[in-house]
Structure formats: C-alpha cells, structure tokens
C-alpha cells in the first residue's frame, strides 16, 4: 500500500425487524440518520413467509383488511418493504427476508392470543437465532437493532429471545405503534441486564421516516387511521419521545447496551 493510500471504515448496522414496517415505524429515523453519516444499514426482517391458502384467524388477518382471500398477502406486504427501503434518505444497503411464518400460522389462533402467553410449542426463536446470526456473521455489524417487545405481541418476544441468545452488544428500540398507545410502557422481561437509555435526534430525518412508513399501504389504516395521520403521529410521539428525554425537538428512544450507546453518541 502507498505511504498516501487511505483506508475507508464503512460502520454497519443490522436492523431485525419482526414483521414487514415494525423497524419503519419503531426507528427508521434513526436508520436515516446513520445512513445520512456514511453508515451501511442492513434490514432483516423475520416472519415473512407467504402461506397458500391460509384459514381461520389467519386468513382473518388479512381479509380484515380489506383484501381478498386469493391474495398473496405477504407478496403484497414484501413489496410494500422494498418500496421502503428505497425510499430517499432510507436506502437500506441490503433487505432480508427470513421466510418465517408470522404467529397466526403457528397455533396462535385469535388476538388474545398474539399478546397472550408464548405457546410451550413454538421455538420459533431458535430458528430466528440461526438465520439472524447467519446475516450478522457476513455484515459483521457494529450495532445491532432489535425490539423491546412493548406491546408483548409473541412475534416481537420470539425476536428478542433470539437476539438475545447471540450475546451481541445490541440497541432496543420502543416497538410502535405499540408505544403510542402506551408510552410509559415497560418492557416485558427479557432484555439484558445493564442496559441504558439513549436517545437519538431524528428532527431532520422525519420527512424520509414518513415517506418510507407510508408504503406500508396495507397497514396505514388499521395501525394508525389513516395515511393522511401517519405524519402527524409519528412527529407527535416524536416530539414527546424528546421532551421525555429532556432534549429539544424530536428524538427516537431506546435502551442500549453501554458500549453500543456510546458508539452511536459519537457517530
């Protein structure tokens, strides 16, 4: 190597996202914002399977929706997460699909059952573990993202359980639109020990985290009313996410492993 040869160090961040928007709605200002300083972000998002000819609740979960039974729903959903991570000021480096089934296709049988109980038969969690894994031994990231779990929907607890098993430094963020609903909200147990809060300001990046979660057409209706309420929920919860924090302006709140928190304070 030349003596005037200089060497770029591109950091990476590995975003797990249980179900197709939860890392769009819970943080992708965030994911802009380090995508905006030369960061490399990877989005894995675990239950996306299709299922032909899906019945009963889960069949329900997506007719509720307004779509019909012969539809692909999860093609549909997929799409709708491509569309997002190209969305500007997104631009997610790589997506990832895990090819998991999403709960209702795995004996949880009607909504009290998503927040209910985690089924002794569903060890969903290891696979997680290993098909995570693999994308964090090839992207070897400096961060990883996953849920806190808050709204204790059994998807999100399978994420954080096969997170966790990986013993990687990780940052938690505050699942909406769960936290909206419920922002003093605990988590549920399961998260490390030691942990720290952190916030980080995303006031200039909300123009792409709107963009970017008012792809997910799908579930605009069902989660937040309406595309026309997206924005202002999302800088609404924003706003009072910093105002809890004791910042000015808009902030996305997580609890972080220390070493982590300290990287991201100074990237």
């Known amino acids: 190597m030349r003596a005037d040869a200089t060497v770029t160090t591109t950091r990476t961040a590995l975003f797990v996202s249980p179900h197709l928007d939860d890392v769009a709605f819970s943080c992708a200002g965030t994911l802009a914002a380090l995508k905006a300083r030369g960061w490399s972000v990877v989005l894995a998002t675990v239950f996306t399977r299709s299922v032909v000819n899906p019945k009963g609740f889960a069949l329900a979960c997506q007719t509720d929706k307004g779509l019909a039974p012969e539809v692909d729903y999860m093609a549909l959903r997929r799409d709708e997460d491509a569309a997002f991570a190209a969305t500007p000021g997104i631009e997610a480096d790589e997506v990832?699909?895990?090819?998991?089934?999403?709960?209702?296709?795995?004996?949880?049988d009607s909504p009290a059952a998503l927040f209910g109980p985690v089924l002794a038969t569903d060890q969903i969690w290891r696979e997680v573990a290993v098909r995570v894994g693999a994308i964090a031994e090839a992207v070897d990231p400096n961060v990883v993202f996953a849920p806190q779990a808050l709204g204790n929907h059994v998807d999100h607890r399978q994420a954080v359980r096969a997170v966790v098993s990986l013993g990687r430094p990780a940052v938690w963020y505050r699942d909406l639109p769960y936290a909206t609903r419920a922002p003093e909200?605990?988590?549920?147990?399961?998260?490390?020990?030691?942990?720290?809060?952190?916030?980080?300001?995303?006031?200039?990046?909300?123009?792409?985290?709107?963009?970017?979660?008012?792809r997910y057409a799908t579930q605009l209706p069902f989660q937040f009313g309406g595309v026309e309420r997206v924005g202002q929920t999302l800088t609404a919860f924003a706003a009072d996410e910093a105002a809890r924090a004791g910042m000015p302006d808009h902030a996305e709140c997580f609890l972080a492993d220390p070493a982590v928190a300290g990287a991201l304070r100074g990237a």
């Open 185 to 214: 909200e605990a988590p549920p147990p399961g998260l490390p020990s030691g942990l720290v809060k952190l916030a980080v300001p995303v006031t200039d990046h909300l123009p792409a985290k709107i963009a970017g979660c008012c």
């Open 96 to 108: 990832h699909w895990l090819d998991l089934e999403e709960a209702p296709h795995r004996g949880y």
